[in-house]
């Protein structure tokens, strides 16, 4: 059905990437972590057996605005500023 819209046209809104930050038990402060970085800290903490899926879990988890803890580490989101 033609709606009389180019098809470039996008009616979604534009989805930014969350940030993730990362804070270790024995350090004070938070900081942001890439991708590849938290798919390696997630393997250190518990091993190669699953970490593709607690990943994808733990930015789940901060999607919702709450904060995971993974071994040793802890996550949260931080939406992206504008």
């Known amino acids: 059905m033609y709606s009389g819209f ?11 990437k969350m940030k993730i930050l990362t804070k270790y038990t024995y ?4 900081r ?15 091993g190669e057996e699953g970490a593709e899926g607690t990943l994808a879990y733990v930015k789940d988890v ?3 605005g709450r904060s995971i803890t993974v071994g040793s580490c802890s996550f ?7």
């Open 27 to 30: 350090e004070k402060s938070w």
């Open 62 to 64: 901060c999607k919702k």
């Open 32 to 46: 942001q972590t890439k991708e590849q970085d938290l798919l390696r800290i997630i393997k250190e903490e518990i």
């Open 76 to 82: 949260k989101g931080e939406e992206p500023s504008a």
């Open 6 to 16: 180019k098809s470039d046209t996008v009616f979604h809104k534009t989805i930014q």
